[in-house]
């Protein structure tokens, strides 16, 4: 019996993030934009994303994600804003907060945005700014979480968690109570785009990670013992896993991205794969969704080899990550390696040990921004 | 004054002709309701209290025997989930 039947009908498209620019004040070292972001084609015109919106509505997505880069760089967000939410949209605006202000906050409720997320990158300055290579980001962010809600909207704050700030989760959390968040995304380093390009040097060690969870799992009991609303989400990076996560559900099973310059994907970082993906300039997202080769491409299962060929887990995580199999074996059919039945499982043992002993400092990652991004693809 | 439920600041309930259910959108996030949960948040509006969303429901699905222990069961989970509010 095949659990996941590959003739079985895809459904419709959920959720839909529009990467609005990659254009971004901020230099984040593990940033999940593609490395040669800097050569990318000119962004969609508001007309453009207009009818994308109102295109992946008509097909079901009822969640929409504006981010980037930073969304905030684009002129016309309120709006996109305004017109999404007609469409009847859940808004969520994921921003560094670098460029908004009280009159944004206010216009873009007004255009009935529903929710901001604000990410910081540590939970003091010194820290936050090294990381994100700008010298007023915290101040700013501060401002801005407190305008947000003020405002009265659902308070999402978001941490990238690695090495270089994981000692500090007590007092993360403690400000993320001050700040009053209803929601805190405490999100461990995904290695993909610039993130996997500095591995080695984000990448938290085994007894980091375990005493990290353990400070969430003290803090979220006391939250619970209040009657706290504050929820935690810790996402624990899948190097210490030995089965892969399943990625995005599926692949083209609910998500639809569509990065600046209109490629349609099925994932952030699915970019990086070589797998020719339609552009919404050229083809409706219906035909993209439901007929291009690049979203069927991994659909089903008939396309994978052993060890998930033969394997009954393979209708639960479906073999794991594509990128992640690309980026580390060369072949994104393959396992995902987190995968301890995968033969290439020892690169992620490799990696675990790496992190042991890594001894790289904030001032030897590579970061993101369009001078790196042209270094490495000066082609 | 009887305690009156709100849908939790933030959260929106939506008919999605799509899934053909009721769904609670919430940041990045979204619940798929089932046929009751969605009836009894759709009567959710703020301003009915508890007794008065029960009686709405057994007019409207009046073979649907008692429905109180249900609907009172249903408005502690969604509590619990900090789907609703009270006032
Ligand atoms: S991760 Fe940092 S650099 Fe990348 S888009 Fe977000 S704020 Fe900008
Ligand atoms: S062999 Fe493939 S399908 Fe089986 S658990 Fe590993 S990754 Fe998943």
Known sequence: MTPLDASAPVGPPLWLLAELTYRCPLQCPYCSNPLDFARSGDELSTAQWLDVLRQGRELGAAQLGF?????LVRQDLAELIGGARALGYYTNLITSGLGLSDAKVAAFAAAGLDHIQISFQASDPELNDALAGSRKAFRQKLAMARAVKAAGYPMVLNFVIHRHNIHQMPQILQLCEQLDADYVELATCQYYGWAFRNREGLMPSQAQLRAAESQVNDY?????????????????????????????NGWGSLFLTVAPDGTALPCHSARLLPIDFPNVRTMSLAEIWYHSPGFNHYRGDAW???PCRSCEDKARDFGGCRCQAYLL??????????????PYHDRILAARTAADHARTGLDDLLYRNARNSRLLYRG | MNPVPRIRRGFRLQWEPAQACFVLLYPEGMVRLNGSAGAILEAVDGERDVETIIERLRTRFPDAGDLGPDVREFLREAERQHWIEWQ
């Open chain 1, 67 to 71: 981010s980037g880069g930073e969304p």
């Open chain 1, 220 to 248: 979220r009991a006391r939250l619970h013992a209040r009657g706290a609303p504050m929820k935690l989400i810790f996402v624990t990076p899948d190097y210490y896993e030995s089965r892969p996560k399943a990625c995005m």
């Open chain 1, 304 to 306: 994978m080899p052993e």
């Open chain 1, 329 to 342: 074996t060369g072949d994104a059919d393959n396992a995902d390696p987190v995968c301890d039945k995968s």
